[in-house]
């Protein structure tokens, strides 16, 4: 089920709240966010124990939140595999929603990003229906509507552990009255399979997360050879088109760069999923000189004028209010 191109102006999604300014998936770079003019704000979710979505980048939170210095949850450290990965630390699912409100978020690359250290040890962990009221009052404060973006994460772990996250998910957004195919909201997976069983249950637009090289996990635990470059060809997206409204790509997938870090030419993926009847959004725009292609460094701006001139659908962004500006100059 696709759906057709809007000729609007592209939106501005802040990419896990204004994480530029504020430690990410929090409340206050949330509201940030909006402040700062996004259209849209992007939770990642995973599960609690008792089965609460909150906001985190990863269930393994010990590199965004306090965790490690709560001696009381010491015994909680352990090691597990997360979609072919070794990792160690402290997992939500191990944690109640009371155990995690007991932390406090941290900033996760905080030698980078300095600035966002003064706020280390301020916000709790926000759950899904703790941003939704958010979006509510913030909308209501500013007579515009503010859309949310969340991605599941992981589905197919969160599954085999008996932690489904759509369920949940559906519940949430059903209850707040979300419906319809022009609600404001995108629901986005890296993964395949959920999304396909998301689209016989709701009517809710949909988002294909294709990244720039790997496969998606449950292609990876099914045995699926197909990778996401094969995704991206012209017949891949008119495959996700049957199940999705929009793909959210990795900017290297509109314009590879070299190995030096310059940008090459773009490719055809703009045309071929409009042609599809897919909207495009693209990430992650980010101001600091390390992210950026070697064309632009110092120059931010510039990259958000490129990527606007191949008449994407919208921008994921650490920065709303850059991203904003740049659009308003372009009177996109």
Same mark, same amino acid.
């Given at each position: 089920m696709s759906v057709a191109i809007s000729t609007t102006s592209p939106i501005i999604?802040?990419?896990?709240?204004?994480?530029?300014?504020?430690?990410?998936?929090? =409340? *206050?770079?949330?509201e940030l966010a909006i402040v700062l003019g996004a259209d849209y704000i992007e939770p990642d979710l995973v599960s609690t124990k008792d089965g609460v979505l909150i906001a985190r980048h990863e269930n393994e939170i010990s590199e965004t939140t306090d965790v490690a210095r709560h001696v009381e949850f010491a015994h909680l450290q352990t090691t597990k595999i997360i979609d072919g990965e070794s990792k160690t630390g402290w997992f939500t699912e191990d944690f109640t929603l009371a155990e995690l409100k007991t932390l406090r978020a941290k900033e996760r690359i905080g030698q980078m990003r300095s600035q966002n250290t003064a706020y280390d040890g301020l916000f709790e962990i926000p759950t899904l229906q703790e941003i939704i009221d958010l979006v509510k009052r913030k909308s209501a404060e500013i007579n515009r509507a503010i859309g949310i973006y969340?991605?599941?994460k992981h589905p197919t772990y969160?599954?085999?552990i008996g =932690? *489904?996250?759509?369920?949940f998910l559906l519940a949430t957004l059903t209850a707040n009255g979300y419906e319809g195919a022009n609600a404001p909201i995108f629901i986005q997976s890296f993964e395949v399979s959920n999304l396909q069983d998301l689209s016989t249950k709701t009517d809710l637009p949909l988002v294909q997360?294709?990244?720039?090289?790997?496969?998606?996990?449950?292609?990876?635990?099914s045995g699926d050879e197909r990778t996401y470059a094969d995704l991206v060809t012209a017949s891949?997206?008119?495959e996700i088109a049957k199940y999705a409204q929009a793909v959210g790509v990795h900017k290297n997938l509109l314009i590879p760069r070299d190995s030096s870090g310059k940008l090459q030419s773009p490719t055809s993926l703009v045309t071929d999923a409009h042609t599809a009847g897919l909207l495009v959004h693209v990430w992650t725009f980010r101001n600091e000189d390390c992210f950026l292609p070697l064309d632009f460094q110092g120059n931010p701006q510039g990259?958000?004028?490129?990527?606007?001139?191949?008449?994407?659908?919208?921008v994921f962004s650490d920065y709303p209010d850059m991203a904003s500006t740049v659009k308003e100059n372009l009177r996109l």
């Open positions: 999604i802040a990419h896990r709240g204004a994480s530029g300014y504020r430690p990410e998936h929090t =409340l *206050a770079a949330y969340p991605e599941t969160f599954k085999s =932690l *489904a996250l759509e369920p997360l294709l990244n720039n090289s790997g496969k998606p996990n449950d292609f990876v635990v891949g997206l008119r990259e958000y004028e490129l990527f606007f001139s191949l008449g994407v659908n919208g």
